[in-house]
């Protein structure tokens, strides 16, 4: 069945440098991945959905890759704030890209230090 | 629009107890989902309707019922409450398939 691999992790890094969060998945050959964030006590809110056919994509500071040979998607925070500080999550249809069926990842929490 | 929105906030039940959880969105959209979420577990989709009159099973229906007679409400009714459902549940919507999915704010399940 497919699978879905977060760094379960807490990632601290410095601000004012990159952030870089791993998503790998197996037994999945999806159509496109989402990311989203998740605020303590709140809902996931979507960032970003890059497709099959995109190996690259580019929202202000955030940056997504998706490798589809690696089985990978990275998500970049450029020049971190401390109000990056959050849990981030990714997303994938299910294996037959049908459906309502968003699968996530378990999220890696990302905390940025003044 | 208030997009997605969740009621209670915060439940407390007791064992074998039921309960209605409420979901709406006033986006016009046609799926709706809904998810629990525990530590270490990630989301879960628990049910989810494609559009009015049609429902249908995710990874952890078990527990659980859903109906969704208009587009606006996907109700999740907890049948007899049990400790293992304690958890944060998460109602979303999105416009069609591959999407983006919106969010309500959550609520918190205490079952004792």
């Known amino acids: 069945s497919q699978k879905i691999e977060q760094n379960s992790e807490a990632l601290n890094i410095q601000e004012g440098k990159t952030a870089t969060l791993t998503c790998n998945y197996t037994n999945y050959s999806p159509a496109y991945l989402q990311w989203y964030r998740q605020d303590p006590g709140r809902g996931p809110v979507f960032l970003l959905l890059?497709?099959?056919?995109?190996k690259e994509k580019r929202k202000e500071r955030l940056k997504v890759t998706f490798d589809t040979t690696l089985k990978q998607s990275l998500f970049h925070i450029t020049a971190s704030q401390p109000a990056d500080s959050a849990t981030y999550l990714c997303a994938l249809p299910p294996n037959n890209n049908a459906g309502n069926m968003l699968t996530f990842g378990g999220g890696t929490r990302l905390m940025v230090k003044p | 629009n208030a997009g997605v929105t969740q009621t209670p906030k915060f439940q407390v039940l007791k064992t074998g107890q039921s309960m209605t959880l409420q979901c709406a969105q006033d986006m016009n959209h046609e799926y709706m989902s809904w998810y629990r979420q525990d530590p270490g577990m990630g989301l879960r989709l628990i049910h989810y309707?494609?559009?009015?009159?049609?429902?249908d099973q995710g990874e952890v229906p078990n527990g659980y019922n859903v109906s969704r007679s208009t587009t606006e409400d996907f109700p999740l009714r907890l049948l007899s409450a049990a400790p293992s459902q304690t958890s944060v549940y998460f109602c979303?919507?999105?416009?069609?398939?591959?999407?983006?999915?919106?969010f309500g704010p959550g609520t918190r399940l205490l079952v004792l």
């Open positions: 979303a919507s999105q416009e069609s398939w591959g999407e983006t999915q919106y």
């Open positions: 890059i497709r099959e056919n995109e």
């Open positions: 309707s494609v559009g009015a009159g049609i429902t």
